[in-house]
């Protein structure tokens, strides 16, 4: 009898042994995710900006009395302007871009004045006219990493800027030996001349393929002709200008959206028994 009972536990153990060995599924294989590859931004790029030019003049100088000696105005300041700017550009990678962009800044007013001698007593004089600029530069950007959505960038840009002055117009008040006021206009000259330019700025994704920019650039603008010989006056020219530009506007990056799928673990195996 004790021999049958101790058969039949032993029996029982073995059972709830391997039913529980059947409860336990053994765990899904590990598959190592393929390496994935991150594809570089590269591309042509098309871009427009606007902004607003703060516009220092460093100075204008005329000849005096029939191109006697070269004198410095007085007080020389030209009005801020607003810029308008469009380009075509390339990616080269992640890091690096470079552009080609065509500036306009638009009529900026010049206020002058100059002391003189008017026949034998010293005289002054009010002058205005205005002026616009054309720039043609080469640009090269550094992106320094992409942080969320935004990526800082700083540049430089070489060239040049095609600078017309329009016709001055040279006002006398208080010359004794002429009743009230008296003017003189002076043909105003064009001429190109060299620019280079500083940029820093950011740049934010609003798609794959459009980026708002938002920046700052500084341009100088060298110095070159300003008005032409009139009645015993000029020519003169101005000593060059300097930009200090708030700007912003949008990149269209092409084939922008052409980014690698995202990788997906495939599911674990089913376990038949």
Same mark, same amino acid.
Request: aromatic content about 12%; proline content about 5%; glycine content about 12%.
């Given at each position: 009898?004790?021999?049958?009972?101790?058969?039949?536990?032993?029996?029982?153990?073995?059972?709830?042994?391997?039913?529980?060995?059947?409860?336990?599924?053994?765990?899904?294989?590990?598959?190592?995710?393929?390496?994935?590859?991150?594809?570089?931004?590269?591309?042509?790029?098309?871009?427009?900006?606007?902004?607003?030019?703060?516009?220092?003049?460093?100075?204008?100088?005329?000849?005096?009395?029939?191109?006697?000696?070269?004198?410095?105005?007085?007080?020389?300041?030209?009005?801020?302007?607003?810029?308008?700017?469009?380009?075509?550009?390339?990616?080269?990678?992640?890091?690096?871009?470079?552009?080609?962009?065509?500036?306009?800044?638009?009529?900026?007013?010049?206020?002058?004045?100059?002391?003189?001698?008017?026949?034998?007593?010293?005289?002054?004089?009010?002058?205005?006219?205005?002026?616009?600029?054309?720039?043609?530069?080469?640009?090269?950007?550094?992106?320094?990493?992409?942080?969320?959505?935004?990526?800082?960038?700083?540049?430089?840009?070489?060239?040049?800027?095609?600078?017309?002055?329009?016709?001055?117009?040279?006002?006398?008040?208080?010359?004794?030996?002429?009743?009230?006021?008296?003017?003189?206009?002076?043909?105003?000259?064009?001429?190109?001349?060299?620019?280079?330019?500083?940029?820093?700025?950011?740049?934010?994704?609003?798609?794959?393929?459009?980026? =708002?920019? *938002? @920046?700052?650039? $500084?341009?100088?603008? !060298?110095?070159?002709?300003?008005?032409? %010989? +009139?009645?015993?006056?000029? &020519?003169?020219?101005?000593?060059?200008?300097?930009?200090?530009? =708030?700007? *912003? @506007?949008?990149? $269209?990056?092409?084939? !922008?959206?052409?980014?690698?799928?995202? %990788? +997906?673990?495939?599911?674990? &195996?089913?376990?038949?028994?």
């Amino acid at each position: 009898m004790k021999k049958c009972l101790a058969s039949a536990l032993a029996l029982l153990l073995t059972v709830s042994a391997a039913s529980a060995a059947d409860m336990v599924e053994p765990p899904p294989p590990v598959l190592d995710a393929p390496e994935v590859t991150v594809q570089e931004a590269t591309g042509w790029y098309l871009r427009g900006d606007v902004g607003y030019a703060f516009s220092h003049l460093r100075g204008a100088e005329y000849f005096q009395g029939s191109n006697d000696s070269l004198v410095d105005f007085d007080h020389a300041k030209i009005k801020d302007s607003a810029i308008l700017s469009g380009g075509v550009g390339y990616q080269i990678n992640n890091y690096l871009r470079t552009d080609l962009t065509f500036d306009y800044l638009t009529k900026s007013k010049f206020n002058g004045g100059t002391v003189g001698i008017c026949t034998d007593t010293i005289c002054s004089s009010d002058d205005r006219t205005s002026m616009q600029a054309y720039s043609l530069m080469a640009n090269a950007y550094v992106d320094l990493g992409t942080y969320g959505y935004v990526t800082p960038y700083v540049g430089a840009g070489i060239g040049g800027a095609y600078v017309k002055w329009n016709n001055l117009r040279n006002t006398i008040c208080d010359d004794p030996y002429s009743d009230g006021c008296y003017s003189t206009t002076h043909g105003g000259k064009g001429s190109w001349r060299f620019s280079y330019a500083l940029m820093v700025g950011a740049s934010v994704d609003i798609t794959c393929a459009l980026k =708002a920019d *938002i @920046g700052y650039k $500084y341009q100088h603008i !060298g110095g070159g002709d300003m008005f032409g %010989y +009139e009645e015993n006056g000029g &020519p003169g020219s101005d000593k060059g200008m300097d930009l200090h530009e =708030a700007r *912003i @506007g949008a990149r $269209y990056v092409f084939g !922008g959206c052409d980014t690698p799928v995202a %990788y +997906e673990p495939p599911p674990p &195996p089913m376990v038949y028994k």
